[in-house]
């Protein structure tokens, strides 16, 4: 076994492709568009003005068996001041002394920056895509969520490794009606509150509105961490082109606002055949699925309601409505089956929502950590 840290263009490129020998019989898994993991590690990604990343490469008989990451995170440690670290990009044979292996240079990184505990997988943060698989291996997984083999979990814990906190992604079947709990809280409420669409036009300005109101929605919750100005940018540029705005929305009471709902087509759903690769004809495939044919799944990516809101019949009848709004626009586009995630597995307020709502649990994705 030969641990190489990832310096060059050329370990990038060999820690990127290990994932498509790992899953080369596995239907359920989508290869992730190249490009798009390559920005992930640019310095230009703005989650590097307030973190730090090395990657590990696992080498066996001159064959990558395993790859993993190890961050630490300034946003975090002066939030929580819990000198706790990181790790992702988990992925290995099924062999304990691979896991052993990546998963020891990761502590070792961590221990040497001062870190007393290790926290993962996130990819690269709690804020991209984070927990590993532990139930729904069955399914595809939807865009920014991830897959995983079943003995994944196993070999982590056999490395001292305990479950810290589990995340979960229900399925919502977009032909069921509101339930009536749901329509009387709704017609209680209707006066108060009023829904728009996201404006393409004020995208910058809508956007910087929805994540004022997610980093106070989300600021209580384990482990949040809140998006920058940087971020927020980033991600205004990398969503623009995905968003219909019919299925963005942004919820006021009495004229502020309040709760706001993004959902994207699904874009996994649109890549699966193309194996990373957008060059040469993947990129008019791409186009031609989001544009023309359309697609049956969604995701609801992200999702809040103003703190002040939270736990009150008028917070619930935000949720209800920031989605029952965009019902409407789903189903004209012929989406079938929309997957909400990630919601923490103790947030039983929001699940109770999601299952008057017609969802179903589907997915489990856990955090794991260790004491350094």
């Known amino acids: 076994m030969r641990l190489v840290k990832v310096e060059s263009r050329s370990d990038l490129k060999t820690f990127l492709h290990l994932p498509w020998s790992l899953y080369q019989d596995d239907r359920q898994w989508v290869p992730p568009l190249l490009h798009e993991q390559r920005l992930l590690f640019s310095p230009k990604n703005p989650y590097f003005d307030h973190a730090v990343c090395r990657c590990w490469i696992a080498f066996r008989d001159g064959r990558p068996v395993g790859r993993i990451s190890a961050q630490i995170d300034r946003l975090h440690l002066d939030r929580y001041h819990d000198a706790t670290g990181f790790f992702g990009m988990l992925e290995a044979e099924d062999n304990s002394e691979t896991f052993e292996a990546i998963l020891a240079v990761a502590e070792d990184w961590n221990r040497a920056g001062g870190m007393q505990r290790i926290r993962g997988p996130f990819n690269l943060s709690i804020n991209q895509e984070c927990g590993l698989l532990v139930d729904g291996f069955e399914t595809q997984p939807a865009m920014m969520m991830g897959h995983a083999r079943p003995y994944y979990a196993k070999r982590v814990g056999q490395c001292g490794y305990a479950k810290e906190k589990d995340l979960l992604a229900y399925a919502i079947d977009t032909g069921v009606e509101p339930s009536k709990a749901m329509n009387l809280i709704l017609k209680r409420t209707q006066k108060r509150i009023e829904t728009r669409t996201v404006r393409k036009k004020n995208f910058q300005h809508d956007l910087d509105m929805i994540f004022d109101i997610f980093n106070d929605a989300w600021s209580d919750n384990w482990g949040f961490i809140p998006f920058t100005r940087n971020e927020i940018t980033h991600m205004a540029n990398d969503l623009k082109l995905l968003i219909n705005e019919r299925l963005a929305r942004i919820a006021y009471?009495?004229?502020?606002?309040?709760?706001?709902?993004?959902?994207?087509?699904?874009?996994?759903?649109?890549?699966?055949?193309?194996?990373?690769?957008?060059?040469?004809?993947?990129?008019?495939?791409?186009?031609?699925?989001?544009?023309?044919?359309?697609l049956r799944t969604g995701r609801i990516l992200?999702?809040?309601?103003?703190?002040?809101?939270?736990?009150?019949?008028?917070?619930?009848?935000?949720?209800?409505?920031?989605?029952?709004?965009?019902?409407?626009?789903?189903?004209?586009?012929?989406?079938?089956?929309?997957?909400?995630?990630?919601?923490?597995?103790?947030?039983?307020?929001?699940?109770?929502?999601?299952?008057?709502?017609?969802?179903?649990?589907?997915?489990?994705?856990?955090?794991?950590?260790?004491?350094?």
């Open 302 to 372: 992200l999702m809040g309601v103003r703190k002040a809101f939270q736990g009150t019949t008028l917070g619930a009848a935000l949720a209800y409505r920031v989605i029952g709004d965009t019902r409407q626009a789903v189903l004209d586009l012929g989406m079938k089956e929309l997957e909400l995630s990630w919601i923490l597995e103790d947030n039983i307020g929001i699940q109770s929502i999601i299952e008057d709502c017609g969802g179903r649990e589907y997915k489990r994705y856990r955090i794991f950590s260790k004491q350094l």
């Open 253 to 294: 009471v009495d004229g502020q606002p309040a709760a706001f709902i993004v959902l994207l087509p699904n874009l996994n759903e649109a890549i699966a055949d193309l194996n990373g690769r957008l060059l040469p004809l993947g990129w008019l495939k791409l186009l031609w699925r989001l544009k023309v044919r359309r």
